[in-house]
């Protein structure tokens, strides 16, 4: 069964818009939640990640909140631009892999 | 720079080949990985290597090997291709330590057509 389960499946925003992504999990033995960003023809590159000790972690322009309790994490995207167009993949680990969710297509109009 | 090279970007194999496709990393990292990504399903784990012929199944192993004889090379192994393989490969690496909470370092893909 899935591990880590997404949404939306594709997500279209107008630029400067801030488009949120959803994940959720069930294991609560997980301690690593990374969110990947990936370009057609490019393998998927680590974007921001967070650990369970903290709600809610910024590099630049994107965010991950995080709630232990409801087994949750989002990605928030401030003033999206052009370029932020790409496929999103949240994940979940711990002692044993990582779990990746089925991705989300992000489409940012000028 | 971290640097996850897959040899073949593309490839065409026919039902029933044994078909090889490589990995090399330059990081001096302990885990290798191998998934495969299918659209709708995300990235699945086939197999992942924690040491140099030390090997680990991952989610969906059945119809694959893996071999790692050298740290720096992770190799994945059809044993018989069938139609059902046809998929992107994607190869990662990371540091020592669990294969679940450390930043994994993914090559480009290898997109293999089996006809």
């Known amino acids: 069964q899935q591990q880590v389960k997404q949404s939306p499946q594709s997500l279209i925003v107008q630029k400067g818009g801030i488009p949120i992504i959803n994940c959720a999990y069930e294991?609560?033995?997980?301690?690593?939640f990374p969110w990947y960003q990936q370009f057609p023809g490019k393998g998927p590159a680590l974007l921001i990640a967070i650990r369970p000790d903290v709600s809610e972690k910024k590099e630049g322009r994107f965010t991950i909140s995080f709630n232990k309790s409801a087994k949750q994490f989002s990605l928030h995207i401030m003033d999206s631009q052009p370029g932020d167009s790409a496929t999103y993949f949240c994940?979940?680990?711990?002692?044993?892999?990582?779990?990746f969710g089925t991705g989300t297509r992000l489409t940012v109009i000028p | 720079d971290v640097k996850v090279t897959q040899s073949s970007r593309y490839l065409v194999k026919r039902t029933g080949e044994k078909v090889f496709l490589e990995c090399v990393q330059d990081?001096?990292?302990?885990?290798m990985f191998w998934y495969r990504q299918d659209p709708g399903l995300g990235l699945r784990l086939i197999y992942f290597?924690?040491?140099?012929?030390?090997?680990e199944k991952g989610d969906i192993p059945e119809g694959y090997s893996v071999s790692r004889e050298k740290k720096e090379r992770f190799s994945l192994i059809l044993e018989s291709a069938s139609t059902n393989q046809t998929s992107m490969y994607l190869c990662?690496?990371?540091?020592?330590?669990?294969?679940?909470?450390?930043?994994?370092?993914f090559g480009d893909g290898t997109r293999l057509s089996i006809l």
């Open positions: 290597s924690y040491d140099v012929k030390m090997k």
């Open positions: 994940a979940a680990g711990g002692a044993n892999n990582l779990f």
């Open positions: 990662a690496s990371s540091l020592w330590g669990s294969s679940g909470n450390q930043p994994q370092h």
């Open positions: 990081m001096d990292h302990e885990n």
């Open positions: 294991n609560t033995a997980f301690d690593y």
